[in-house]
C-alpha cells in the first residue's frame, strides 16, 4: 500500500542498474506513490541521482536543466560503436602523446559548442529511440544541439587513460566528448567510466546508496528526503497571506507586488506551495503542489533533517 510521502532522495547510483530500476527499488522502500528522477545515468555510469517522491515529482523539471558534473575515465586507442566500454570495438590506435599534449587539447573543448548526440542515444527519431535504428545499421539524420562545457580539467593520467573532472549543462553527452577528444590527438578513445559528482547545488557526498536505504528504518528513510523546495531554491520567492495561498491552491492568479517576472516561488507562513509565473505583477500557477497531513515539515523552507 503506498502512502503521501514527498521529498527529494540523494542516491548514489550504483554501476550495472538502470536509473529507472534504481527508482522503482527506492519507490518501493518508501512505499511512495509517485516518483521520479532528474537526470538518467546509464548503467555503466554510476554517482548522484536525485530521486523525487510524491509532490516533489512536479518540480523535478528544474533540476533537470541544471548544470551536472562528472568524474570521466577516458580510455585512448580503443574506438567502439557506442563510444562507451559496452560497445564493440572498431578499432586500435598506438597512444604516443604526451601529458603536455593532452593539457594541449583540453581546452578546445571547453565553452559554447554545437555536439552531435550519439547513434547510440535515448533521444527520439520519428517516434523511435536513435539506438533502435543503430541496432539496425540504418543510418538517420542526427541534429548537432548547442551544449556548453564550462570546465574540463584533468585529474589523472596515466597512458592510456584519463580521469577528467567536467562541468557542463544539460544535454552533453560525455562519451562524445571523450571521442572527439581522442579524435583531436589523433588516435581515437571511448568512455571507460562516468561518475555524476554534482548537480545543480547537490553532491554526491551527501547521497546515500541503496543498501544503506535498505538498511534503515521507516524513520531514518523520512529523516533523509530533503523538502522539494531545494529543487527550486534558485527561483525568487512570493509569500502570501492565507487568502491569497488558498486562491493559488485552486489555481487562481495571485497578485505577486515587487516580484520581478518570471518563475517564482510561492509559500505561506509554513510551506512550499507551488511554482508561479510571474508577468506584470501578477503570479498565475505554473505548479500547485497538494498539501497532505505533515507537509507543512516536508515542505519547509529549508527544512532538512539528515542522519
Known sequence: MSRHVDGVLLLDKPVGITSNAALARVKR????????????????????????????????????DA???????????????????????????????????????????????????????????????????????????????????HALRLVHWERPTALLDVECSKGTYVRVLAADLGAALGCGGHLAGLRRTASGGFDIGDAVTLPAVEAMDGVERDRRLRP??????????????????????????????????????????VRLLGVADVADGIARPSRV????????????????ELG
Not at 516518483?35 to 548522484?48: E, R
Not at 552531435?116 to 535504428?133: C, D, I, Q
Open 29 to 64: 522502500f518508501y512505499a511512495a506513490g509517485k516518483a521520479g528522477h532528474t537526470g538518467t545515468l546509464d548503467p555503466l555510469a554510476s554517482g548522484l541521482l536525485p530521486i523525487c517522491l510524491g509532490e516533489a515529482t512536479k518540480l523535478a523539471r528544474f533540476l533537470l
Open 228 to 269: 522539494a523546495s531545494v529543487l527550486v531554491g534558485h527561483l525568487p520567492a512570493l509569500s502570501v497571506d492565507a487568502e491569497a495561498a488558498r486562491r493559488f491552491a485552486n489555481g487562481g492568479a495571485i497578485v505577486a507586488a515587487g516580484c520581478p517576472s518570471g518563475l517564482a516561488t510561492v509559500f505561506d507562513a
Open 67 to 149: 548544470p551536472k558534473r562528472y568524474l570521466a575515465t577516458v580510455h585512448f586507442g580503443v574506438t567502439t560503436t557506442t563510444l562507451d566500454a559496452e560497445g564493440e570495438v572498431l578499432a586500435t590506435h598506438s597512444v604516443d602523446f604526451d601529458v603536455h599534449a593532452l593539457l594541449d587539447a583540453l581546452p578546445r573543448f571547453v565553452g559554447p559548442q554545437l555536439q552531435t548526440p550519439p547513434a547510440h542515444a535515448a533521444l527520439k527519431f520519428e517516434g523511435r529511440p536513435y539506438y533502435s535504428y543503430a541496432r539496425k545499421g540504418i543510418d538517420i539524420p542526427r541534429a548537432p544541439r548547442a551544449i556548453t562545457v
Open 289 to 304: 503542489l497538494v498539501q497532505h497531513d505533515g507537509a507543512a515539515r516536508d515542505q519547509a523552507r529549508g527544512s532538512t
